[in-house]
């Protein structure tokens, strides 16, 4: 069983910046590949970021790519979603899920989920 909690959300104007963290509680954190996701009220859940276990690989979605950046201390327990330039769209509930074995990274197939935070972005 793996928990994730998440924190950092919260209120900020357009163009600036948060800095999100999810903290693992497992052991094995550091055998999970990491996600990021989004869901704004009515929309359906928006993936954002993943990385590799080891960190050796990210991927990211076109509508976060060269603002958002992803990465994580294994050390820490902790994954992070640095997200600059950040606009009124971009308001939603942000989760963090981790994935064993790799693989969809995209899909939402993931083994754990946080309980999200709030991320509200004004204009």
């Known amino acids: 069983q793996v928990q994730l909690v998440e924190s950092g959300g919260g209120l900020v104007q357009a163009g600036g910046s948060l800095a999100l963290s999810c903290a693992a509680s497992?052991?094995?954190?550091?055998?999970?590949?990491m996600g990021w996701f989004r869901q704004a009220p009515g929309k359906e859940r928006e993936f954002l970021a993943a990385?590799?276990?080891?960190?050796?690989?990210?991927y990211y979605a076109d509508s976060v790519k060269g603002r958002f950046t992803i990465d994580r201390d294994n050390a820490k327990n902790t994954v992070y979603l640095r997200m600059n330039s950040l606009k009124p769209e971009d308001t939603a509930v942000y989760y963090c899920?981790?994935?064993w074995g790799g693989g969809a990274w995209t899909s939402g197939l993931y083994d754990y989920w946080g309980q999200g935070t709030q991320v509200t972005v004004s204009s």
């Open positions: 497992a052991r094995t954190f550091s055998g999970y590949d």
């Open positions: 990385i590799r276990w080891s960190g050796s690989s990210t």
């Open positions: 899920a981790a994935k």
